[in-house]
């Protein structure tokens, strides 16, 4: 995955994330699409994070590999 499709896709996830919190804080939606969107969030963050995780050993495999060329 591309480094701008992989912010693209965390730009999004967030988006949709927020766009939740707000639907379970109006406190509007009947309890089984509340629980839907619950889970849909919880699976959304996972995702964030596997991305977030990805971005940075991005980072850090160039800066290990200058390091091993400095010894």
Same mark, same amino acid.
């Given at each position: 995955?591309?480094?701008?499709? &992989? ?5 999004? /996830?967030?988006?949709? =994330? *927020? @766009? /939740?919190?707000?639907? =379970? *804080?109006? &406190?509007?939606?009947?309890? &089984? @699409?509340? =629980? ?7 699976? =959304? ?20 590999? *200058?390091?091993? &060329?400095?010894?």
């Amino acid at each position: 995955m591309s480094e701008d499709a &992989g912010l693209e896709q965390y730009e999004a /996830i967030m988006a949709r =994330l *927020e @766009e /939740i919190v707000k639907l =379970l *804080e109006a &406190g509007r939606a009947p309890l &089984g @699409e509340s =629980l839907a969107l619950y889970q849909e969030a919880q699976s =959304l963050s996972r995702r964030a994070d596997e991305l977030l995780r990805r971005a940075e050993l991005a980072v850090d495999q160039p800066a290990s590999a *200058e390091s091993a &060329g400095e010894r």
